[in-house]
């Protein structure tokens, strides 16, 4: 391990085994990948010579488990980049909970840690920025989409309640890092809603931004970086998988046979079957009539809706694993098998496979092993312990958003996903069942529509920040235009500010 302490964006020391080491006088990010040449096998830690007595090194191993991880943590308030960053970007990377390992792009110069391997796969493709902090947002964000996992982690330094004021940030960065990092019509946008919200014609740094060329990487730099983790994340090895159903009874049948022939079994599989209709009884009676490779739990409830449902099998899992299974899909006979491997590999407690329609175009399929802020219910593997304290939140049933909820949830108590696209998950998207009804949703009754649905705007407004809504909502207007009936801007903009409100009116009732 090699630390290298700075100040005032400049090396002030770099020190490994307890010895001095040479740097040059250029910026921090160029020492960095000349150490990284030198010492190819080092994982690299970066320190602010003032926080030196901060830094505590006694957990590195723990969290730079593989070479493919980037971490720090900023003792500032507020972060380097302005929050207006939020008017063009609604990830949830940008709300960092600062208690917990969470995963962002904002990295901080204050402390943190990165292997040489990966600097020397990205450095004739980084651009080496004299700002330290500017270097480590734009490295980060570009290489994330490649593999690349970025946290904010308080491990990092031995009292993270120590909170420094930062310097005021000026729009000139943000709109900079806006050109470099996002499509140019985010710039536009940026501009507009600092107009729209903060009452701030912000032209010169909109202008000077065109002076920066947008940056790019190749998605693949750093395939060649072999990923082992040291963390042990698997004991018992055991899983249980969760389906809710309805309506679908061949179609389950088939996951079933799938998971009877895979080479590691589950445990339990744990079957939630609804149906609306109060005179009803369960149609699986396969699920006693053959003989199955595991137990089955299997409960009949008249109250449908997935949220419910899940909550219901959530509870009665015992295994030290969890396959968030649906009843409309295919998979290989090896794959809890190679899901498992996967885990411990990557030392991941969460993953979200590849789900894809039988006949979906192959060059649209993320392929690369990514970080991501979503979370996919039908399709994902997770640790049993990390989600004792999530909950399917039931003011999403018969709407949006549940997922992405669930997964935040996830992220907000230190817990990362990742997507990764084998082993991969056929959905075979089997029509409504039969007695399935579309639920009325009260809205519905309603002479103006809200737009978002209630349920978007919830997970919205429960999981973004105000800036994010805000550009949210900028966005969906200029969206929905072109689909009007009335072309006339003015009247389509008072209606749209209507349907706004009644979805916001929506939202916070069905929040409580």
């Not at 072999?226 to 009874?249: A, M």
């Not at 990557?346 to 979503?374: H, M, S, V």
């Not at 349920?455 to 929905?480: C, E, R």
Request: glycine letters at 4%; one cysteine or more; a positive charge.
């Amino acid at each position: 391990m090699i630390i290298v302490y700075h100040q005032n964006n400049k090396v002030i020391e770099a020190v490994f085994k307890g010895e001095s080491i040479p740097f040059s006088s250029k910026n921090i990010a160029f020492n960095l990948f000349e150490i990284a040449e030198r010492y190819s096998e080092q994982l690299i830690i970066w320190c602010r010579l003032d926080l030196k007595p901060n830094l505590d090194t006694s957990k590195v191993e723990e969290i730079f488990h593989h070479k493919k991880i980037v971490a720090s943590y900023s003792l500032s308030n507020p972060p380097f980049l302005s929050e207006t960053i939020g008017y063009v970007d609604e990830s949830l990377f940008l709300n960092v909970k600062k208690d917990v390992a969470y995963p962002t792009w904002q990295m901080s110069g204050e402390v943190g840690g990165i292997h040489a391997e990966v600097l020397n796969a990205l450095k004739n493709d980084i651009n080496k920025d004299s700002d330290f902090n500017y270097f480590l947002h734009s490295m980060a964000k570009l290489a994330l989409v490649g593999g690349l996992l970025c946290y904010s982690e308080p491990l990092l330094v031995k009292d993270s309640s120590r909170i420094e004021e930062a310097t005021k940030k000026n729009d000139f960065l943000t709109f900079r890092f806006v050109k470099q990092h996002y499509k140019t019509r985010w710039v536009f946008l940026l501009f507009l809603n600092l107009l729209i919200y903060e009452k701030k014609f912000s032209i010169f740094p909109f202008l000077s931004s065109f002076g920066f060329r947008q940056r790019h990487l190749n998605k693949d730099l750093l395939n060649d970086i072999k990923v082992q983790s040291t963390r042990k994340v698997i004991d018992k090895k055991t899983i249980d998988v969760i389906i809710p159903t309805i309506g679908r009874k061949k179609y389950l049948y088939d996951v079933l046979k799938d998971l009877s022939k895979q080479t590691h079994l589950p445990e339990n599989v744990i079957i939630i079957e609804q149906n609306p209709d109060v005179n009803s009884v369960s149609e699986l009676d396969y699920l006693n009539n053959e003989s199955w490779p595991f137990v089955i739990k299997h409960s009949f409830t008249h109250q449908a809706g997935a949220c419910n449902a899940r909550n219901l099998a959530l509870s009665e899992v015992t295994s030290e694993w969890i396959f968030m299974a649906d009843d409309d899909i295919r998979i290989a006979n090896d794959f809890l098998e190679n899901a498992l491997g996967l885990i411990k590999k990557e030392g991941a407690e969460q993953i979200t496979f590849g789900c894809y329609e039988l006949n979906y175009p192959e060059y649209k399929k993320e392929k690369q092993k990514i970080q991501w802020d979503n979370f996919g219910s039908g399709c994902s593997v997770v640790k049993a312990n990390n989600i004792k304290a999530v909950f399917y939140n039931i003011s999403f049933e018969f709407g949006y958003g549940e997922d992405s909820d669930f997964g935040a949830q996830l992220r907000n108590s230190g817990f990362d996903i990742i997507y990764a696209p084998k082993p991969e998950i056929i959905h075979v998207k089997a029509p409504i069942g039969g007695f399935r009804t579309k639920p009325v949703l009260t809205w519905q009754q309603d002479e103006i529509q809200p737009k978002p649905s209630p349920t978007v705007m919830l997970y919205k407004i429960l999981n973004l920040k105000q800036n994010q809504l805000n550009g949210y909502q900028t966005v969906l207007f200029f969206k929905f235009y072109k689909d009007q009936n009335s072309k006339n801007p003015i009247n389509y903009f008072l209606n749209f500010r209507k349907q706004w409100q009644v979805s916001l009116f929506w939202a916070k009732k069905i929040k409580q």
